[in-house]
């Protein structure tokens, strides 16, 4: 890789620029830990660890499973599950047919479900056994390609006594009936040999995943991610991050079999697949399962319990679940001493915030950034906490070069210094999106011979490298011609004493609709009361005028992605359904 601006000033001296990737298909992360080390612990669920062994079993009999039912090369198997200890064999299970996967939104509603299985021809679906996914997974999947569902029940991954006392009073989930033809995971790991079928993969052409994106904005587009793309990052993730050990001494990479990965992130979402799953298998290391981490009284009691009681030294969270953790009343009783290594990403980490998760836990956190499209990570701070910039999305990982380029044409690189729109370049960068050549064309740029992407992220790199997002080019704020960055406004909330959280969005004057004013929605801190008065007083303090809000609001919650993302979008529509 050659020389760039961004490997001259912080780049760290222990980590490579470029790679040597192998030539394999995704799946042969799970055969490989398998063959060095079957007995060490994969998936953890309420206190039992299910071994290597035991997920490569599991998915091979899946594979011979879908295989018997014509299922293999170029087709499409949806999973429509929580992070269940299923998740990952079944996953693998259809890799390794040479089909691809289709991880979708545990909580999506019947009709968006149907678009996902109807849009991607998925032939079969593999659903939760539960009195919601169950008949979701069964209406959604009328009118579609799918001919086969299989149900899959978390009753044989419980504790025993857990699962009998847990049956006998109903307290195991389970659908309420099931449709005739309906397969279930037990009958297949019963019934079917630990035997797959023998498939050839072409690592760089061929499909691993679909993964849907764009559905806050829009129509979701299936972005296609090959086995390549996401073993590719998986490795650069490995690279990336190295920490210092306590002792002190040279920087080290997470140690293989050692670090325990907290699975708080959905899988069916890019960034908890890449680096919380697939990582776990890349590295040899344990697997937390964590089906809802906002669980527990109060909200988020029980991913503390769970990284306390598995000793979880890996987290990869977005902003909303940090602040939850160091704003539950009760985190102080917990020891999450064990925690090492924190990644964040899929919206702007306050720095402030970081400041407070770094002391409560002594954990290093760093921020990176991604999208669905590049598999997902991009760029990041530096793990070691001498080399980050807060505020910053990070220096480009390994073997990825970052520009930036003029917002009308996206075709012109500007200078250093200079804002425009973010594009990547990258092993990770997707194929492209699922049946829409036209929407792949629009995003897709070959400059100076690279094939970049088009991440619709506005934002500058700075005199050492390190690029800053402004925002989203679609929720820039026109403030009397100056433009309102969001996440700017929102990282000078996070600084008040008294907030939990934030989001901020733009709304037309009613003198003049093509201009635009600041509204900004706050959730205090639990016992923390205040008045917009107090707010508007104190941002006339801290902000330029243009950036102040004009009105601040105090709620109770603020609508989310299941990844945690706020949805200024419907905060926005909200509004002018109120004129």
């Known amino acids: 890789m050659e020389e760039m601006l961004w490997h001259k000033h912080k780049w760290p001296e222990t980590v490579k620029k470029s790679l040597d990737y192998p030539n394999e298909p995704l799946f042969a992360l799970l055969d490989n830990i398998t063959a060095e080390h079957p007995e060490a612990p994969s998936t953890l669920y309420r206190g039992i660890a299910h071994p290597f062994a035991e997920v490569k079993d599991h998915a091979d009999r899946i594979a011979n499973f879908l295989s018997s039912r014509g299922i ?85 991954f419980l504790p025993k006594i857990t699962a009998i006392i847990g049956g006998l009073l109903g307290k195991v989930p389970k659908g309420d009936s099931y449709e005739e033809g309906t397969v279930f995971y037990d009958d297949i790991i019963e019934q079917y040999e630990a035997k797959a079928p023998d498939v050839s993969i072409d690592p760089k052409e061929d499909l691993a995943l679909i993964l849907y994106t764009g559905g806050t904005t829009g129509t979701p587009k299936g972005a296609m991610l090959t086995h390549h793309n996401l073993y590719s990052n998986i490795m650069q ?47 040899g290391s344990a697997l937390i399962c964590i ?135 990258g092993p990770q960068v997707m194929k492209g999106y699922w049946n829409q050549p036209d929407e792949t064309a629009a995003v897709i740029r070959t400059i100076n ?25 679609k929720d820039m704020i026109n403030v009397g011609g100056l433009k309102a960055y969001p996440r700017e406004i929102e990282d000078q909330f996070f600084e008040h004493p008294k907030v939990a959280m934030a989001a901020v969005i733009g709304l037309p004057r009613e003198d003049d ?22 707010f508007v007083a104190w941002a006339k303090e801290n902000m330029a005028g243009y950036k102040r809000p004009k009105e601040v609001e105090f709620v109770d919650t603020l609508p989310m992605t299941s990844v945690g993302k706020v949805l200024r979008r419907e905060l926005k529509e909200a509004e002018l359904a109120k004129k």
């Open 449 to 473: 011979g690279k094939r970049y992407f088009l991440t619709g992220d506005i934002g500058h790199q700075d005199e050492e490298g390190f690029f800053v997002v402004s925002d989203r080019k």
């Open 237 to 283: 993730f490995d690279e990336w991050v190295q920490l210092e050990p306590e002792g002190g001494g040279p920087p080290e990479k997470l140690k293989p079999g050692v670090e325990v990965f907290v699975g708080a992130l959905p899988w069916y979402h890019s960034y908890g697949l890449t680096l919380s799953m697939l990582a776990s298998y890349f590295m």
């Open 513 to 534: 609709p093509t201009n635009e004013y600041v509204k900004a929605y706050v959730i205090l801190k639990e016992g923390e009361t205040a008045t917009e008065e107090e």
């Open 291 to 425: 089906p809802d981490p906002r669980a527990g009284k109060p909200p988020m009691s029980d991913l503390l319990a769970d990284i306390q009681d598995n000793k979880g030294s890996i987290l990869h969270c977005v902003p909303a679940l940090y602040a939850g953790m160091v704003n539950n009343p009760t985190v102080g009783k917990y020891d999450l001493s064990s925690l090492r290594g924190c990644g964040s990403g899929a919206a702007p980490l306050p720095p402030e915030l970081a400041k407070v998760f770094e002391s409560t836990t002594g954990a290093t956190l760093f921020e990176g950034y991604g999208l669905t499209e590049t598999a997902p990570m991009a760029t990041a701070n530096p793990s070691l906490k001498s080399l980050r910039k807060f505020g910053s999305i990070g220096l480009p990982i390994s073997d990825t070069y970052v520009t930036i380029l003029d917002l009308e044409t996206g075709n012109k690189e500007l200078e250093q210094g200079e804002t425009g729109e973010i594009a990547i370049s």
């Open 72 to 156: 293999g090369k170029g087709d499409k198997v949806a999973i429509f599950m929580p992070n269940m200890p299923m998740y990952p064999p079944v996953f693998f299970g259809i890799l390794k047919t040479g089909a691809t996967a289709v991880t979708c939104n545990p909580s999506y509603k019947m009709g968006e479900l149907n678009f996902q299985l109807k849009d991607s021809g998925a032939k079969a679906v593999f659903v939760f056994d539960h009195p919601v996914f169950t008949p979701t997974g069964y209406g959604a999947a009328k009118g579609t390609d799918v001919e086969t569902i299989v149900i899959c029940s978390i009753k044989r």
